[in-house]
């Protein structure tokens, strides 16, 4: 009998970076975008901007993702970085926030789709019923898992191509648009409409980060890291420039704008209805990829925690296969409970931002690490050391200042749910004493 594989491969922790990243964002932001920008130069500009983000992020995270070769991502590092504090309630950001109310988001989105096209569906049934599938899948083994995601991976790949070069050389009339600059994009790009859609887009791209929740349990993760970040981040950021340049180029602007199923309408111009429902079908699935992504990654985080924290030792728990069941389990019911209480527009930017203030923390580390511990191995060097740790604070950093000016509710809820992890971490804390 053949031993089971204990590791995913450098390829499916690639496959786990992509489907994280390639979720409802990038099929639901476009029309919120266009309510205030209607430059089709600076609406690319913007998704350019948001995958140069997290580009300079991927770099830095690669540096501690070699360096401190441990799963659970955020919470691994800022523990070891700064505090173990600040790493507890990352961690606990991270899964209930980073990944339960994402996983609910995409399946709400999945079970909308698939109910257009079987209206007789019940929505909140499939969304529960696709959570509980997966996890089902991925508390099996690493073989199953990966093996799975890998092919559903594939699948969302070959689907945007796929559409993106038929849409281009099929449709009948694309949209009279330049997509060179134009004197007064300028000031577009400087203005409030920008940073906040630039909320939604650095959101979209929220997911590059993934692959080191599951760095001990990737093949010989130190050489393979900064690989797998770089590859997986520069493929989803051709891939969504694509696709909005074939949103604009195929669907009139003042029917996508302020409309979440554009991705439709654009299907629809250029395929007729029958091609709309079929791509409603595909993207169904596409988002079946990225629901096994984050239920694959997350609970790494909560498993981290409970090898720490005595009172949660219980999601440490892995079955024969080191699979951290328990774990996987947790992040799914809460998914779920997501599912029948969430407002989608909210949990988006409240989610972007809590996982924003995450991000920022962590690639700070990156030049702290730097000066408190020089002599540390490290593998892999962040490229253009410190331009891009710096640049990527700038650009989260102005995300973040405009979240709190335009957006306060969501922010302030933000802070409130990091407040309960320091709750938290204190009360898990006089266990291990």
């Known amino acids: ?64 993702g070699a360096a401190l070769p441990r799963s659970g991502g955020e919470y691994n590092f800022l523990s070891r ?41 019940n929505s909140q049934f499939l969304a529960v019923g696709l959570i509980v599938l997966l996890t089902a899948i991925h508390i099996s083994n690493h073989k199953n898992s990966g093996g799975f995601h890998q092919l559903m991976t594939l699948f969302k790949l070959l689907l945007i191509v796929g559409f993106s070069l038929l849409a281009f050389f099929t ?6 648009i330049s997509f060179l600059p ?6 577009v790009v ?8 630039l909320i939604y887009v650095n959101y979209s791209y929220m997911g590059w980060n993934s692959a080191t929740y599951i760095s001990s349990e990737i093949e010989n993760p130190q050489k393979s890291l900064p690989k797998v970040l770089l590859i997986g981040t520069l493929t989803v950021t051709v891939l969504y420039v694509l696709l909005n340049f ?77 699979i951290p069941v328990n774990a996987i389990i947790l992040q799914s019911a809460l998914a779920i409970l997501f599912v029948l209480t969430s407002s989608f527009k909210f949990i988006l930017v409240f989610a972007g931002f809590t996982l ?27 490229w253009l050391y410190p331009i891009t740790p710096i640049l990527y604070l700038c650009l989260m950093g102005w995300t ?3 979240i709190i000016i335009e957006k306060p509710q969501e922010a302030l809820m933000s802070l409130g749910v990091i407040v309960l992890g320091v709750l938290l971490y204190f009360v898990s804390n006089r266990s291990r004493t």
Do not use: C
Not at 358 to 379: C, E, W, Y
């Open 1 to 64: 009998m053949a031993t089971p594989q204990k590791k995913y491969t450098a390829r499916s922790a690639t496959s786990v970076i992509i489907a994280n990243m390639i979720g409802t964002g990038v099929f639901a932001s476009l029309g919120f975008q266009l309510l205030d920008i209607q430059s089709p130069f600076v609406i690319l500009l913007l998704w350019t901007v948001g995958g140069l983000t997290a580009l300079f992020g991927a770099l830095s995270y690669a540096e501690l």
């Open 81 to 121: 970085i700064y505090h173990p504090m600040l790493g507890f309630v990352t961690g606990w950001v991270s899964v209930a926030i980073g990944f339960a109310a994402p996983v609910a988001l995409v399946s709400i989105l999945f079970a909308t789709y698939m109910t257009q096209v079987f209206p007789a569906l």
């Open 171 to 176: 449709v009948d009339a694309p949209q009279g």
């Open 182 to 187: 134009q004197a007064s994009d300028l000031n």
């Open 190 to 197: 400087f203005s409030s409409s920008f940073a906040v859609s």
């Open 246 to 322: 074939i949103f604009l180029y195929t669907a009139p602007i003042n029917q996508m704008a302020g409309n979440e199923k554009f991705a439709y309408i654009a299907a629809d111009y250029v395929f007729g209805e029958k091609g709309a429902t079929i791509l409603a079908l595909s993207l169904s699935v596409i988002f079946i990829s990225t629901v096994s992504a984050m239920t694959m990654a997350g609970p790494r985080a909560f498993q981290a925690i409970g090898q720490d924290y005595p009172v949660f030792k219980k999601l440490a728990k892995t079955n024969k296969n080191d």
């Open 356 to 382: 924003g203030v995450s991000n920022f923390a962590t690639v700070l580390g990156v030049i702290v690490l730097r000066k408190t511990q020089p002599d540390l191995p490290r593998p892999y060097k962040t």
């Open 400 to 402: 973040l200042t405009y």
